[in-house]
T-cell receptor, first 115, second 113 residues
Framework: QQQVKQSPQSLIVQKGGISIINCAYE??????FPWYQQFPGKGPALLIA?????SEKKEGRFTISFNKSAKQFSLHIMDSQPGDSATYFC??????????????FGKGTLLTVNP | NAGVTQTPKFQVLKTGQSMTLQCAQD?????MSWYRQDPGMGLRLIHY???????DQGEVPNGYNVSRSTTEDFPLRLLSAAPSQTSVYFC????????????FGSGTRLTVV
């Protein structure tokens, strides 16, 4: 059972455009939702994270939108740049229901930003 | 501050061989995890630890053993390597003080022939 579903698998955006990646989760015990960015040959790096007590968090060009009732959250990259080309993973975790802060990842989105 | 250090970076094993992937962190993080990354599968949790002496299985634990004798180290042992264990392995650590944001190592690319 996949607890975090991520879409799309791949995304091509023009420079300056908006990239949107969506995730849905099933476990209502999740209370921490990070996004990771991974460049080829590197480990994932924490990009931005949100807790369910807020509906939106913004850091620079990156924004997480969170819909608790729909159990969905999304990453928006404004003014996308070629340097943003990477694989993005959403994840979820929590400290109840047996999760004990284990990270559960989506399957990833390969973002390509064309110049 | 080195963060999470994984060794080796690359390894080729023959089927049936055993080996240990090393992971060390210098951030005094209580949580440590091992993931494997395969194309189209995302990152799947192998084993997990919430502190020295405490480990737990993740989503894909078969064929792997772990132990956590110190806060800093969390080695992953492959008991009898199989071609299905060909993957990229990542170690990660986190803490309550770090607000549960995980720091990942740079990975070990393992090929089993």
């Amino acid at each position: 059972q996949q607890q975090v579903k991520q879409s799309p698998q791949s995304l091509i955006v023009q420079k300056g455009g908006i990239s949107i990646i969506n995730c849905a989760y099933e476990n209502t015990a999740f209370d921490y939702f990070p996004w990771y960015q991974q460049f080829p040959g590197k480990g994932p790096a924490l990009l931005i994270a949100i807790r369910p007590d807020v509906s939106e968090k913004k850091e620079g060009r990156f924004t997480i939108s969170f819909n608790k009732s729909a159990k969905q959250f999304s990453l928006h990259i404004m003014d996308s740049q070629p340097g943003d080309s990477a694989t993005y993973f959403c994840a979820a975790t929590g400290n109840s229901g047996g999760s004990n802060y284990k990270l559960t990842f989506g399957k990833g989105t390969l973002l390509t930003v064309n110049p | 501050n080195a963060g999470v250090t994984q060794t080796p970076k690359f390894q080729v094993l023959k089927t049936g061989q055993s080996m240990t992937l090393q992971c060390a962190q210098d951030m005094n993080h209580e949580y440590m995890s091992w993931y494997r990354q395969d194309p189209g599968m995302g990152l799947r949790l192998i084993h997990y630890s919430v502190g020295a002496g405490i480990t737990d299985q993740g989503e894909v634990p078969n064929g792997y053993n772990v132990s956590r004798s110190t806060t800093e180290d969390f080695p992953l042992r492959l008991l009898s390597a199989a071609p299905s264990q060909t993957s990229v392995y990542f170690c990660a650590s986190s803490s309550r003080a770090a607000n549960y944001g995980y720091t990942f190592g740079s990975g070990t690319r393992l090929t089993v022939v």
